[in-house]
């Protein structure tokens, strides 16, 4: 048994720096010396720092036989001889120690010291490090997959990362193996070990993976001033151009949308507007509602609240799937939008599409598949004709003639 194959395992693999970690082993040695000797002042203990090798050097002053005074720092000429037969009085004797003449308890402990030390430092190496890279992506491959997170081992360096089930996207299904890309979104400390929580719903992954693939962004010639998201489904983003010549919105959809496409895909078919950011309220309300077009907006700067009017045809696109869009309209521009139909004629009929901000979409479906598309037609029918052709409960039906009832009253 020697230094070396004894404390291999910590000569390489380790996240620490050389001068660290030969700080950590001069000191873990010069305290097992202190405690078999009583002191450290005549021992040297050498680190190779190309390959790590260990070595323990015992320095004494050569005295005469029988002069020895303090065998701490000395050694009697005979003793030195049978070390190395040139030796001669009033030279310094070096005597290499193995761990053997410690005794097996001793290195047992030193050894446990070290483990303990090496196993801090590189806590605090790991903490340190992703604490640092917070807000950038990483790439790591499905290690270990449990009921609330994903386990993930960075792929650059091994270490290991924590994806909190409710920081991945609607439609992420991971298998041991995949690749997963996510932001480092903090750093938390569990049971005294470093958890390095990434995340996929957070709008710093959507934004980072912007400035991937759109090279305006990283250059600073296009700047993000906003993000909203319901991951998965859909996000709005405001982009801005420093320089007149580059249109923002058309840089980060690129030619046929190229640069957004894989960022799509990356967000599982998340819906992404790009928007142009402007300081004009009214226009930007008016963009952030997009694709739904326009007619006029009455605001009301001190409650911060707009009135948005469209016409008939416009209004399910401004509200979107769910109230999704003027949800992140909302969001986005820091306004609560209303909507209301711009028209001034009596309203003759309309379209059931245009009431999914009140009534769910398969309900809608059950009602077009008895080939009712409009409010009138499935006004028309009475609801013990409604509960026998679809498959829809009578409270709910009478829930439904309701909210239609009251789209023609006065």
Not at 78 to 98: K, M, P, T, V
Request: glycine share 6%; proline share 2%.
């Amino acid at each position: 048994m020697n230094l070396i194959e004894t404390f291999s395992e910590f000569k390489a693999g380790k996240n620490i720096d050389r001068p660290t970690m030969v700080r950590v082993l001069e000191d873990v040695f010069r305290t097992l010396i202190k405690k078999k000797y009583g002191t450290d002042d005549n021992f040297d203990v050498i680190v190779n720092t190309t390959n790590g090798d260990l070595e323990i050097w015992r320095v004494r002053e050569i005295v005469p036989d029988g002069e020895v005074t303090d065998d701490r720092a000395q050694i009697s000429i005979s003793e030195a001889l049978d070390i190395d037969e040139d030796y001669e009085i009033g030279e310094e004797c070096y005597e290499q120690l193995e761990l053997e003449e410690f005794g097996r308890r001793s290195v047992m402990a030193a050894r446990q010291t070290l483990v303990s030390r090496i196993m801090e430092l590189e806590k605090d190496e790991i903490f340190n490090r992703y604490s640092d890279r917070i807000g950038e992506i990483v790439l790591g491959e499905v290690h270990q997959i449990l009921k609330r997170e994903i386990l993930i081992l960075d792929d650059v360096t091994g270490n290991e990362l924590v994806l909190p089930r409710n920081e991945t996207i609607k439609g992420d299904f991971f298998r041991k193996g995949d690749m997963v890309r996510g932001v480092i979104k903090r750093v938390d400390m569990r049971n005294n070990n470093p958890a390095v929580i990434i995340s996929r719903t957070d709008n710093g992954f959507l934004e980072k993976l912007m400035e991937q693939e759109v090279p305006e962004i990283e250059d600073g010639l296009i700047t993000i001033k906003n993000i909203v998201r319901i991951p998965g489904e859909r996000a709005k983003v405001a982009v801005e151009s420093y320089d007149d010549r580059i249109d923002p919105v058309g840089a980060c959809v690129g030619m046929k949308g190229s640069r957004i496409h894989g960022i799509v895909r990356e967000l599982r078919n998340e819906n992404i507007d790009i928007v142009n950011y402007t300081n004009n309220i009214n226009l930007y309300i008016q963009r952030s509602l997009t694709p739904a077009k326009v007619t006029s907006i009455s605001l009301d700067n001190e409650n911060m609240t707009a009135s948005v009017f469209l016409k008939p045809d416009q209004v399910s696109l401004a509200i979107g799937r769910g109230g999704s869009n003027i949800k992140l309209a909302s969001k986005l521009t820091g306004f609560e939008i209303d909507v209301y139909r711009d028209t001034d004629e009596e309203i003759d009929d309309v379209d059931l599409d245009e009431f999914v901000d009140e009534i769910e979409e398969w309900i809608i479906d059950e009602l077009k598949n008895i080939g009712c598309d409009s409010a009138r037609s499935v006004l028309n029918l009475s609801v013990e004709e409604l509960h026998r052709r679809t498959d829809l409960e009578e409270e709910t039906i009478q829930e439904v003639l309701k909210v239609l009832s009251s789209e023609f009253e006065e």
